[in-house]
């Protein structure tokens, strides 16, 4: 039998400095289990460390000096200070990667760093970050002094430049490939040779006899193809392939021969099954026919091969990802908007891991639903998920997780953070979710107690038409509760905001500002970024554009993307006339700024007056929450400890009657609970039995059937007592 190949994964410049993104992860970790080779590398990393070295900042000054550029005054500006940027550019890094915090007090209060542009825009640090968040305050600055060396290179050598995404433009609703086929025709740029340089040293070490580019967005494609392009022209008998969230959404109706000069095959939607089937076939055991969703060039076309019967691989089958040989130490933990929840998306180090595959919900209008990595909703149990985060702490060293599903579904939710709770297993995560009444206070803190810090979810728009023309499932009035609840409990929340839906009139973007504007006012929501509209291929909007009163109207059929539609919305309002004064009163809020100015203050037109009442949000809040008597299936769970269980007889109208004090030991406060004898009692023991390590879940119905007859009043008037509601405050949950 045929030897297996030796399999390199490489991820394309750029996604993130701060975290490696999953893809070749999981796919090392399942295609390992399987008995292959596989290497993988985050080249993102790895091109930004090399070209922000000493060496590589002497090589780009001096191509710029003798690149003969009409260079701006910022430009010059850093120029000039050339040898202030060589001195500081390697401290700096080694700062931004946590490995020199003694830097922050010389960064923070000191002239280290050389300042261009960016740091014109610095907000009031001072009020930012107080006295005590002196490493957050040096971060934020090395952040802009990073940005200002990008800009330079982007004005220069590199115009594709940008750290999270590279040539992002040229692969943009990019129906024709004629203008990646040209720059990849032109002579490498310095960053391009430098990308070079390191896939050759790869190519060197891992021999290997297939290379796999992830493209998870459009800005990793330019760098995926221009290395394809090195590997085909230095060494034609390695095999490459392509998959990834950008083949997924743009590249489903293929017809461009001129990609597979660079690439031979492109996969779609999960790659552990076509990457399995694809490997077979180059090992002689199966025929190209019988590949698993995979575009290949035969007889000068493109063919898409999908005639494998085998399954899909279910999500208890996919492994754990496995970060081996990623440089986890290495990368930069940066701040570019002071907000607390912004934040989470640059910096730290957060292994990214999937609770279920697809999404629980796959209605909303506007989403590509009709995709498998959306539609088909597979989910692992509790025990598995938390079996993978304890492989993942034991080889990563790093306890911090970022949850990377579409909407987290709220009852897996419930059962893994009862898992981590009963194993005693200690992270920090976040994720994405719907902001559906599931999520109640009580499951909220159940979250929290598990390591929950933040949420962000999609309130879209802040409408309720508009939300039911979008199918979200979800009203404002609920999703303020809901914001409420997280907030309640300790954990960030970030709203996705939409503007520019189809009908939208000026009115209900106003209104909808308004609501956000009251969401912060209230302090449910810590941070936002709105999104303009567009309308996908794969979306039931741009498959029945008629139905929501909007008209396809481009771009011209092409043989490479399809995706980004272009549409006209007769009904709704010139949208881009808003984007910049959403945008600029979003990010005022998110600093706690502005919110008692008039909507009109953010715009330089004339707008409407908002037509939602001042209170909407407060009294949508304060309406009371549903009474437990209400709720005899809920699941009760006690996550405190033990208490100890004093009985001391004393003298009432000339009787003696037994009482009993529960003592319970938390780790902020203690605190008592006095009852009679027999509650007392029976409080002790139902607690013991309603833990995360009791192997059975009790529900309040079962409480009330084992409730003492003897106790003097009924289960109902417990609920109402001051000993319940203590309970109920310190940590006895109604799931």
């Not at 690149?67 to 050339?82: E, M």
């Not at 594709?160 to 433009?169: G, L, M, N, T, V």
């Not at 009657?657 to 004898?677: M, N, P, Q, Y």
């Not at 009790?698 to 609920?719: G, I, R, W």
Request: proline share 6%; glycine share 6%.
């Amino acid at each position: 039998m045929e030897k297996k190949p030796t399999i390199l994964l490489i991820t394309p410049p750029l996604t993130q400095l701060n975290t490696p993104y999953p893809a070749t992860a999981y796919l090392k970790g399942f295609l390992k289990g399987r008995g292959y080779e596989v290497v993988q590398a985050d080249m993102g990393i790895e091109l930004v460390l090399r070209m922000f070295s000493r060496k590589g900042l002497q090589r780009i000054f001096e191509a710029i000096e003798q690149g003969g550029y009409d260079l701006s005054d910022n430009s010059l500006r850093i120029l000039h200070l050339k040898r202030d940027y060589l001195n500081t550019i390697e401290p700096v890094i080694r700062f931004l990667q946590n490995k020199d915090h003694t830097l922050a007090q010389q960064i923070s209060y000191s002239r280290f760093l050389p300042e261009a542009s960016r740091f014109d825009q610095v907000e009031d640090i001072d009020w930012a970050f107080g006295s005590m968040g002196i490493t957050d305050r040096a971060r934020y600055l090395a952040t802009l002094y990073l940005e200002d060396l990008g800009d330079l290179i982007k004005e220069t050598i590199s115009p594709y430049f940008a750290f999270s995404r590279y040539a992002e433009k040229l692969a943009l609703s990019a129906t024709s490939f004629d203008p990646l086929e040209e720059a990849l025709q032109e002579a490498p740029s310095l960053v391009d040779l430098m990308l070079l340089e390191l896939l050759e040293e790869h190519l060197q070490a891992a021999q290997p006899d297939v290379v796999g580019f992830s493209i998870p967005f459009p800005g990793n494609l330019y760098g995926g193809l221009r290395m394809a392009k090195y590997i085909k022209e230095k060494d034609p008998s390695i095999k490459t392939a392509m998959g990834g969230g950008y083949p997924n959404t743009e590249l489903r109706s293929l017809r461009e021969p001129r990609l597979f000069k660079y690439i031979d095959f492109v996969t779609l939607d999960d790659g552990e099954g076509p990457w399995l089937k694809l490997l077979e076939h180059l090992q002689g055991q199966r025929e190209a026919e019988q590949l698993q969703r995979t575009f290949i060039l035969a007889d000068g076309k493109v063919k898409y091969m999908n005639g494998s019967t085998d399954a899909d691989i279910p999500h208890t089958e996919v492994g754990t990802p496995d970060y081996s040989d990623l440089p986890l130490q290495d990368y930069l933990s940066v701040i570019d908007v002071i907000n607390p929840m912004h934040r989470l998306w640059s910096d730290g180090r957060w292994n990214k891991l999937t609770i279920a595959h697809g999404c629980y919900w796959k209605r909303c209008s506007f989403c590509d639903v009709t995709l498998d990595y959306i539609n088909r909703y597979d989910v692992a149990p509790a025990t598995l998920l938390v079996d993978r985060i304890e492989q993942i702490i034991a080889q990563t060293g790093q306890t911090g997780f970022h949850f990377v599903d579409e909407a987290a579904p709220p009852a897996p939710l419930r059962d893994m953070a009862i898992e981590l709770i009963r194993r005693g297993v200690k992270i920090s995560w976040w994720g994405n979710i719907r902001f559906e009444k599931t999520f109640t206070p009580d499951l909220c803190r159940l979250l929290a107690a598990s390591g929950c810090i933040a949420v962000s979810g999609g309130l879209e728009v802040a409408s309720d038409r508009l939300l039911q023309l979008m199918a979200k499932g979800v009203s404002i009035e609920q999703v303020a509760r809901v914001t409420d609840s997280f907030t309640q409990a300790g954990i960030m929340v970030h709203a996705y905001l939409m503007y520019g839906f189809p009908t939208q009139t000026a009115q209900e973007t106003i209104d909808s500002l308004e609501v956000v504007r009251q969401l912060f006012e209230t302090g449910v929501i810590q941070s936002g970024y709105w999104h303009r509209f567009s309308m996908t291929a794969h979306s039931p909007i741009g498959k029945h554009p008629e139905k929501y009163g909007v008209v396809k109207v481009g771009p011209p059929e092409g043989n490479f993307a399809n995706n980004d539609l272009w549409h006209d919305d007769p009904k709704g309002t010139d949208h881009s006339m808003f984007g910049e004064g959403l945008s600029k009163a979003l990010y005022n809020y998110m600093h706690g700024i502005g919110l008692e100015e008039p909507l009109s203050f953010w715009f330089d037109f004339k707008v409407p007056r908002t037509t939602e009442s001042p209170n909407l949000i407060a009294e949508a809040i304060s309406a009371p929450h549903r009474p437990d008597s209400t709720r005899p299936n809920a699941r009760v769970l006690w996550l405190g400890n033990t208490p100890a269980i004093d009985f001391t007889m004393i003298a009432k109208k000339g009787q003696t009657i037994e009482r009993c004090l529960l003592t319970f030991f938390e780790k902020g406060e203690d605190f008592e609970v006095k009852t009679t004898a027999t509650i007392g009692q029976w409080l002790f023991e139902v607690l013991q039995k309603a833990t995360p390590d009791s192997p059975e879940a009790v529900t309040l119905k079962q409480l009330e059937a084992s409730f003492p007859a003897e106790a003097h009043l009924s289960f109902a008037e417990f609920l109402s007592s001051p000993s319940w509601f203590d309970l109920r405050e310190k940590g006895l949950l109604l799931l």
